[in-house]
């Protein structure tokens, strides 16, 4: 089976631009995960979807942040206007259910000059 | 809140020898717990885990975990280190309770092999 696409691989931009990311989940998957992992860190919970619905976004910055899953397959996560501590590697997962058999992409690698 | 606490940001061991990278998690309840393998540019990769089945779980790559609940440990081992083995790993947790689905990671460890 495919596995969960994310593209671009990799964007630098200024700070003050916007920024947007894609990720296709692995087909029939219902809940889709976006995590933000800062160099020396683990990976931290941005936004997660059921189908197309947000389950969790508690640690979102919604004043900058937004993601949206129109579908309920691919989703978008978007940057507007970028600082500079939001360079990392933003990585999507995608499961068939809640918190089973996670899947993550290859991740996009952020960086803000 | 669940967390995991990972002991040694950074392990280093011969190639041979063995490895053991250390997770301790908090809960009040034992949860699920998971080991993944990150190699540099790509996506995390499940190891291996624990979901209250038996405490001695079996992963990929000939890496193995024992969940112990007075310890609240889930440490990963591996008997003989190889070269292909260098990256880095991190601990997860995710309740079992109902409403709170997601992985919550530490802060990972970066496993060396020295030749």
């Known amino acids: 089976e495919a596995g969960v696409a994310q593209s671009p691989r990799y964007k630098i931009i200024e700070k003050r631009q916007s920024v947007a990311f894609w990720c296709n989940p692995i087909?029939?998957?219902?809940?889709l995960y976006w995590y933000q992992q800062i160099l020396g860190q683990g990976p931290k919970l941005l936004i997660q979807f059921q189908n197309n619905g947000v389950v969790d976004d508690s640690q979102l910055p919604k004043d900058r942040f937004s993601a949206e899953r129109l579908k309920g397959v691919d989703s978008t996560l978007k940057i507007q206007p970028a600082k500079l501590e939001d360079s990392a590697v933003y990585l999507c997962?995608?499961?068939?259910?809640?918190?089973?058999?996670?899947?993550f992409g290859s991740g996009t690698r952020l960086t803000v000059v | 809140a669940q967390s995991v606490t990972q002991l040694g940001s950074h392990v280093s061991v011969s190639e041979g020898a063995l490895v053991l990278l250390r997770c301790n998690y908090s809960s009040s309840v034992p949860p699920y717990l998971f080991w993944y393998v990150q190699y540099p540019n790509q996506g995390l990769q499940l190891l291996l885990k624990?979901?209250?089945?038996?405490?001695l779980v079996k992963g990929i790559n000939g890496f193995e975990a024992e969940f112990k609940k007075s310890e609240t440990s889930f440490h990963l081992t591996k008997p003989s280190a190889h070269m292909s083995d260098a990256a880095e790993y991190f601990c997860?947790?995710?309740?079992?309770?109902?409403?709170?689905?997601?992985?919550?990671f530490g802060q990972g460890t970066r496993l060396t092999i020295n030749p």
């Open positions: 624990y979901t209250s089945a038996a405490t």
């Open positions: 087909s029939g998957h219902a809940t």
């Open positions: 997962a995608s499961s068939l259910r809640q918190g089973y058999g996670y899947t």
């Open positions: 997860a947790v995710r309740p079992i309770i109902q409403g709170a689905q997601k992985l919550v």
